[in-house]
């Protein structure tokens, strides 16, 4: 059985979301109840949602709506990775708030759709570095360019614990390992750092992509982290533009299938159990 650690719901009638105007292909709902049916079939027993990049003033309203999900009963859902801007002074107070809240399991500040400099304040450093000994994660989501701009902030930050989103967001599509190898190898010496082998269908050519083009970029992954951190994650609803959940759980299981039954069980379930307390 899987856990489901990056699973985005969109409630259009609820929340903003300012960035889909620009992803037709991704605008539109993807509520709980689908995901619910489609998990039951594909032995997800559990879940954490991942932040959709609200408007900025409905972050914690986000939250509230997935607390309500996770209210429903014999719910799937674990807990929340809420937004949050660490480049902005309100930073503590928020976090303070997100503290009494035990859904929130860590923050996710995408770094691709800002210029570089944001995570590079002060400011911003200083305030990820809060999360120090609170047990609360946070994402880094980056392109293979900004890996080294990943190692500094975590650098800055020995004592929180990192998760690299989707396996680094290599360019699966052209087949190219470089620069992307050498990143994903410096920053897995930080042993602060996890590694999310999430969603990757998406990044091969759409129509063409076979397991023999995704299964060089997972490997190397592995290799760099080991199989004590790295996690698994659907990226529900952007993996189907690769193919779909169904897919990328089928291709999930063909490339670990040659694994032992416990690092399997490490990627599948008990990491993620170890590192949000699940």
């Known amino acids: ?152 902030l975590v650098d800055h930050c020995p004592d929180v614990t990192f998760i690299l989103d989707h396996c680094g967001v290599p360019d699966i599509a052209s087949g190219a390992m470089d620069p992307w190898r050498d990143g994903i190898h410096a920053l897995a010496k930080r042993p602060n750092v996890t590694a999310k082998i999430s969603g990757v269908v998406a990044y091969g050519d759409a129509d063409s992509w076979g397991l023999d083009d995704i299964r060089p970029y997972v490997q190397e992954t592995v290799a760099a982290f080991g199989h004590d951190r790295i996690v698994w994650g659907s990226d529900q609803p952007v993996c189907n533009l690769g193919g779909g959940l169904a897919t990328w759980v089928a291709a999930t299981h063909a490339l670990t299938a040659d694994w032992t039954t416990s690092d399997r069980a490490a990627l599948y379930r008990e990491n993620a159990c170890r590192i949000w307390s699940l």
């Open 1 to 152: 059985m899987l856990i489901d650690t990056h699973l985005h719901l969109i409630y259009k009638d609820r929340l903003d979301y300012p960035w889909l105007t620009d992803f037709e292909v991704l605008n539109r709902d993807n509520r709980f109840t689908t995901y619910t049916r489609d998990a039951a079939r594909l032995g997800i027993s559990g879940c954490l949602h991942m932040e959709v990049d609200v408007a900025e003033p409905l972050i914690e309203a986000e939250t509230a709506l997935i607390g309500e999900l996770a209210e429903q009963p014999g719910s799937l859902m674990r807990g929340a990775i809420s937004s949050c801007r660490p480049e902005s002074d309100g930073f503590p107070a928020f976090l303070d708030r997100c503290r009494l809240n035990p859904l929130v399991k860590g923050f996710r500040r995408v770094l691709h759709v800002v210029p570089d400099a944001v995570s590079t304040t002060p400011t911003f450093r200083n305030n990820v570095k809060r999360l120090s000994g609170t047990g609360l994660t946070f994402d880094l989501c980056v392109l293979p360019r900004q890996l080294d701009l990943a190692a500094n």
